[in-house]
C-alpha cells in the first residue's frame, strides 16, 4: 500500500509500505479521508518546529476517518463497512498520568505522526491502517470529510473545557486557522456572549465571521484595534492564542480583564510574555495539549448536529494531488482545512 512519508523539510513521498493484520482487539481499516494538520506543514515546510525535528522518515498525518476492513478477534460494536473517524490519542493507560484520568499527558503516548519520541510515531496518512477498536468511534451519518474532521474538533473541546465556564463570557480568539474557527465554534456552544477574532487574513476572517464570531479584526488593516478593548484593564474574559506568535498573545493580554483566562493552544516556538501585565492583573495562563475523551464528544457533537464543521473544508484533492494538496494547505489565503481522498 501507499503511504505519505516526510523525509525532510520540502521533501514528502509517496511509497510503498508493507500492509498489516489486525491482532485481537484490532481493526483494520481503509482509509477514507485525512486532513491536513498544522503540525503536518511543520513537518513538511520546515522539518519540524521548535525543539521537535525530523529524524527519520516519518509516515504524516493523524487526522483521519476509514471504513472498516476486518475485525480482529474479540472485537464487537463495529461492522465491516462502517465510517468510522479514528483518534490518533494512543495512551499507554499504565503510567501515573494515565492512572490519574490525564491521558493526554501519558508518558508513553503513541500519537500519530509525531516527531517528539525517537523513533517516531508513525503517522495515518497511509491507504490501510491497523488500529485499537477503542480508537474508532462510529460516525455513522457523517460524510468521511466530517468524520476526519473530530481530531482538530477534539483539540478545541479540550481548551473550551480547560477554560473553565464560558456562560455570558466576552472571548478573543487571536489565529483564525482551522483551530481557531473551532475555538469560535466551541465557545459559541458554550455559551459565550461575545466572540472577538482577530487575524492577518481576510479569507480566513470572512470565515471566522461566517461561522459566528461578532466582530472580526484584521490586524494588518486595523493594528490598533484592540486597543479599545484595553480601556479600563481590559474587556475580555478569555483568550484562545492560536497563532503560536507573540505579538498576539502580547496584544490579547492587553485586551484582557484582570483575572482573565489564557488558553495556549498555538505552538509556534518559546516566546517572551509580558510577565508584568500577567502578574499585575492575576492573570492565569493555562496551557491545552491535545486531548482525549473529547475526540468521541466530538463526533457525537457533529452527528446531533449541533456543531457543523463542513464550512471548515475548502479542498478535498486525490493522494496522487498530495505535493499540491500541502501547498494548498500552507497557503492561509485561500484554503483553510484541506484533506487528501485516500478512497
Same mark, same amino acid.
Given at each position: ?105 501519558? @508518558?508513553?503516548? %503513541?500519537?500519530? &505522526?509525531? #516527531? ?7 503517522? +495515518? *496518512?497511509?491507504? =490501510? $491502517? ?54 469560535? @465554534?466551541?465557545? %459559541?456552544?458554550? &455559551?459565550? #456572549? ?7 487574513? +481576510? *479569507?480566513?476572517? =470572512? $470565515? ?60 509556534? &516556538? ?9 502578574? +499585575?492583573?492575576?492573570?492565569? $495562563? ?58
Amino acid at each position: 500500500m501507499k503511504a505519505i512519508i516526510a523525509h525532510a523539510a520540502r521533501d514528502i513521498r509517496l511509497e510503498d509500505v508493507p500492509e498489516e493484520d489486525p491482532g485481537p482487539g484490532e481493526v483494520k481499516l481503509r482509509l477514507a479521508a485525512g486532513g491536513i494538520c498544522g503540525s503536518d506543514l511543520h513537518y513538511y515546510n520546515h522539518g519540524g518546529f521548535g525543539t521537535v525535528r525530523l529524524k527519520q522518515p516519518m509516515i504524516l498525518g493523524h487526522e483521519v476517518s476509514a471504513i472498516v476492513e476486518n475485525l480482529g478477534a474479540g472485537v464487537s460494536g463495529l461492522e465491516i463497512g462502517q465510517l468510522v473517524a479514528v483518534s490518533p490519542s494512543r495512551p499507554c493507560r499504565e503510567c501515573r498520568y494515565c492512572q490519574e484520568g490525564l491521558y493526554n499527558q501519558c @508518558l508513553n503516548m %503513541r500519537f500519530y &505522526g509525531s #516527531a517528539m519520541p525517537f523513533p517516531h510515531i508513525q503517522g +495515518a *496518512f497511509r491507504q =490501510s $491502517l491497523v488500529a485499537d477498536a477503542i480508537q474508532c468511534i462510529a460516525a455513522d451519518g457523517l460524510s468521511v470529510g466530517e468524520a476526519a474532521m473530530a481530531e482538530p474538533l477534539a483539540v478545541t473541546l479540550h481548551a473550551t473545557r480547560r477554560a473553565g465556564s464560558l456562560l455570558g463570557k466576552r472571548v478573543l480568539v487571536t489565529g483564525c486557522g482551522p483551530i481557531g474557527i473551532l475555538s469560535i @465554534l466551541c465557545a %459559541r456552544r458554550a &455559551g459565550a #456572549a461575545e466572540i472577538v477574532a482577530v487575524d492577518l487574513s +481576510a *479569507f480566513t476572517l =470572512s $470565515l471566522a465571521k461566517a461561522v459566528g464570531a461578532d466582530r472580526v479584526i484584521n490586524s494588518t488593516e486595523e493594528p490598533d484595534a484592540l486597543a479599545a478593548y484595553s480601556a479600563d484593564k481590559g474587556t475580555f474574559d478569555v483568550i484562545y492564542e492560536c497563532s503560536g506568535a507573540a505579538t498576539a498573545l502580547a496584544g490579547g493580554i492587553g485586551a484582557l480583564r484582570p483575572r482573565g483566562i489564557i488558553i495556549q493552544l498555538g505552538l509556534g &516556538g518559546d516566546m517572551n510574555l509580558p510577565m508584568m501585565a500577567i502578574t +499585575a492583573k492575576e492573570l492565569e $495562563l493555562r496551557g491545552s495539549f491535545r486531548f482525549h475523551e473529547e475526540f468521541a464528544i466530538g463526533v457525537d457533537l457533529m452527528r446531533k448536529g449541533l456543531i457543523d464543521v463542513k464550512p471548515l473544508i475548502t479542498h478535498t484533492m486525490g493522494l496522487d494531488r498530495m505535493v499540491s494538496a500541502f501547498e494548498t494547505a500552507s497557503d492561509r489565503t485561500r484554503s483553510m482545512k484541506v484533506q487528501i481522498a485516500f478512497s
